[in-house]
């Protein structure tokens, strides 16, 4: 056998093979879902992302010989210690044949890479926070990912056990069908509505066409609603624009919704059309040049929406405003005849959304872990 290295990716080629790697890793898979080259390589451009005015990421490829076998990137992210007072380093993009040696030796890399930084404990995979696509995949092989969700094969979560790492914390993915979900709870919104329209708050569709009037009142909301939340993160203005400006391309007003006392923002929603059903047949996740026009004509016949973020600012919680957001999800979702919608991810000490999740006849259907060692 061939012996095994891991080299700090340098160049512009191992960049593009960085990136690349999980499409060779998972071809053939029936359930894998590409992500897109562009998106992808925008992430990772250091000269392009917000994240990389604070924060580093040294991105890794291993080598048997001179086939690529996995990848790692280590992840400074001091924003997220700032916040938390905490004195963790990260891991993400993390990927690899089925080989425990391979596995060892990227996570040994990250601690080597980190080491300088004194960190207490390693966690991950999040690339580059959990206001990014997190978690390994440990319960839910049958069906492709939804959008912007990871997806990878079983013996991950028994590879990363055996070379030390722990769970932290479960995410938890609940498939609503749309035909299946809970009459009453749809029946209770429009009571809901109007108590709360008594009380001076409204819900409304956020207007997609003046997003960056709108980014400013949903990033307050984003920062102060989830601020209590494991792993959470405060996005700063240009992270949040950044994100807008990617979500703004797929996202339909009709499943955007924004809660308002008295003109104040104080909640909104998000759900996105999977379009995982589009990209799934886009070799390499490339749009260029003919994809894109197939993403933009198809776009409308997607038969699933991933309900990406829903929040409360806490003074204004446990009075219906969430179970309103869920309703018009499913409302809009029968309009259009849709299958359903995936609530995505939500923390399992979340016992109130997992309980909202359940009384909207949601089946949890996936489970992605965030793990933990040693530094």
Not at 62 to 77: L, M
Not at 170 to 188: G, N, V, W, Y
Request: hydrophobic content about 40%; overall charge positive; aromatic content about 12%.
């Amino acid at each position: 056998m061939s012996s095994l290295t891991v080299r700090e990716v340098k160049h512009k080629k191992e960049f593009y093979q960085f990136i690349d790697f999980p499409h060779d890793l998972y071809e053939g898979d029936k359930f894998y879902v590409p992500e897109l080259f562009l998106a992808q390589k925008d992430l990772l451009n250091k000269s392009k992302h917000p994240f990389f005015e604070y924060g580093e990421v040294i991105m890794n490829l291993a080598y048997r010989g001179d086939q690529i076998v996995g990848r790692i990137a280590a992840i400074k992210n001091p924003a997220y210690n700032d916040y938390h007072g905490s004195n963790i380093g990260f891991f993400g993009f993390f990927d690899y044949m089925n080989d425990r040696e391979v596995a060892q030796a990227l996570l040994d890399t990250v601690k080597n890479q980190l080491a300088a930084e004194n960190y207490t404990k390693l966690m991950g995979p999040v690339n580059f926070s959990t206001n990014e696509t997190a978690g390994t995949l440990v319960d839910g092989y049958d069906s492709p990912p939804k959008i912007m969700m990871t997806y990878n094969k079983p013996y991950y979560d028994t590879i990363q056990k055996e070379i030390g790492l722990e769970k932290e914390m479960d995410l938890l993915a609940f498939f609503i069908p749309t035909q299946e979900a809970s009459e009453r709870s749809i029946k209770m919104s429009k009571i809901l509505e109007t108590r709360l329209n008594r009380q001076g708050i409204t819900i409304r569709n956020i207007d997609i066409k003046n997003i960056k009037k709108e980014a400013a009142k949903l990033r307050k909301i984003y920062n102060s609603a989830w601020e209590k939340n494991w792993g959470f993160v405060p996005m700063n203005e240009k992270e949040f624009d950044v994100m807008v400006g990617d979500l703004k391309m797929i996202a339909d007003p009709k499943f955007a919704y924004i809660a308002e006392k008295d003109g104040e923002a104080i909640g909104f929603s998000v759900s996105l059309p999977n379009i995982n059903e589009i990209t799934i047949n886009f070799k390499k996740g490339r749009l260029l040049p003919f994809n894109i026009f197939k993403l933009l004509m198809n776009k409308k016949k997607v038969k699933s929406v991933r309900i990406i973020t829903a929040g409360v600012v806490e003074a204004h919680r446990r009075k219906g405003i969430e179970a309103i957001f869920f309703a018009n999800n499913i409302i809009e979702a029968r309009k259009r005849n849709l299958t359903g919608g995936e609530a995505s991810w939500i923390l399992e000490t979340n016992k109130e959304m997992v309980a909202a999740a359940e009384k909207l006849n949601g089946k949890k259907y996936k489970t992605y872990r965030i793990y933990t060692c040693d530094a």
